[in-house]
C-alpha cells in the first residue's frame, strides 16, 4: 500500500498550532508522555466504535430500533 498518511497510536493531540488552518500538532504519547511536533495538512481523529450494544441490548429493544447518528442527523 502506498499512501503518505502515517497513523500516530497511541497518542493524544495536546495542541493545535496554525491561524486561520492547523499547520501543526503537538502530540502526547499515552504512556511515556513524550511530546513530539508534527506538521500537517489536516487532521482526521478516530474516536473508536464498540460493536457491543451493552445495556442497550439489556433494555428491551430490539436490534432493528436500534439507531445511529452520523453528522449530527439520526441515521
Known amino acids: 500500500m502506498n499512501s ?6 497511541p497518542y493524544i493531540p495536546v495542541e493545535l498550532v ?16 513524550h511530546k513530539q ?9 478516530n474516536f473508536g466504535f464498540v460493536s457491543s450494544l451493552g445495556s442497550i441490548r439489556e433494555r428491551g429493544l430490539k436490534k ?3 439507531v445511529g447518528i452520523w453528522g449530527g442527523r439520526i441515521c
Open 64 to 66: 432493528n430500533a436500534i
Open 18 to 33: 496554525g491561524a486561520d488552518h492547523i499547520k501543526q500538532i503537538v502530540i502526547e504519547h499515552a504512556k511515556t508522555k
Open 37 to 45: 511536533v508534527v506538521d500537517v495538512d489536516d487532521l482526521i481523529v
Open 4 to 9: 503518505s498518511i502515517e497513523v500516530k497510536t
